[in-house]
């Protein structure tokens, strides 16, 4: 019941929803949960942040890879930085490697967030423990546009941890990285905490995850969604 839910909010938003970036996007039906996911448009997309708190901490940078069928496509694949609200600490830096003067270059975030609407719409959102992006981007539309974002999304770190329990295996919250789950499928390595190449590794591993799944008998969205 939970995309028939999602549906309904979507129309719920819409009629809530101002003119601008976040109605252009509600206006662009969710596709169908019946439909195969080798038919459907993908947007692979990773945000860096300063901490884990929608309500207290900012977006610093956004990447989004394009995807349809299986094949990736770079040519349509970007990244943005975000002008910081605040000064960024050290230890968050250190993480995602985004200084306070590259920070102050940024675009807007008003600016960044309409550009991404604009690529997810029709689409399904692909993301590595997507609590992150689906909490972050809910806040700034609720901020921005006083409604939040209805969005189907597929988290590929769910993906995995439903495979492991489908097959007995124990695991560790470390088993269920990003790279770690790229090693495990052979998939190239990138640097970590990029949200460009984040981004990238997401839509390579769904991919990976997919295809063992796919036994020629059709891959159905619902199969697949988290949200």
């Not at 809530?16 to 996007?25: E, F, K, Q």
């Not at 102050?104 to 399904?124: I, N, S, W, Y």
């Amino acid at each position: 019941m939970l995309y028939p839910t999602l549906n309904l909010h979507r129309r719920w938003a819409l009629r809530r929803t101002p003119a601008g970036p976040l109605r252009d996007y509600l206006e662009t039906p969710f596709p169908e949960p019946s439909a195969d996911c080798r038919d459907l448009a993908f947007l692979a997309v990773d945000i860096e942040t300063t901490g884990l708190d929608p309500k207290r901490d900012d977006i610093l940078s956004v990447g989004w890879v394009s995807m349809r069928r299986d094949r990736i496509d770079l040519g349509n694949a970007g990244y943005r930085l975000v002008r910081a609200a605040r000064a960024i600490l050290e230890a968050s830096a250190i993480v995602h490697r985004i200084t306070d003067d590259q920070a102050a270059r940024g675009e807007l975030l008003d600016d960044v967030l309409a550009e991404l609407l604009k690529k997810l719409a029709g689409k399904v959102m692909i993301a590595h423990h997507a609590t992150v992006e689906k909490g972050f981007l809910n806040a700034v539309c609720q901020r921005l546009y006083g409604v939040g974002l209805p969005i189907p999304v597929i988290d590929t770190q769910v993906l995995a941890k439903r495979t492991f329990e489908r097959r007995h295996i124990a695991c560790k919250d470390s088993n269920l990285r990003l790279h770690a789950l790229g090693e495990r499928y052979n998939l190239p390595r990138y640097d970590a905490h990029n949200a460009l190449s984040d981004a990238l590794a997401a839509a390579e591993l769904f991919l990976a995850q997919a295809s063992y799944r796919d036994r020629g008998k059709g891959m159905p969205l619902r199969d697949f969604l988290t949200w």
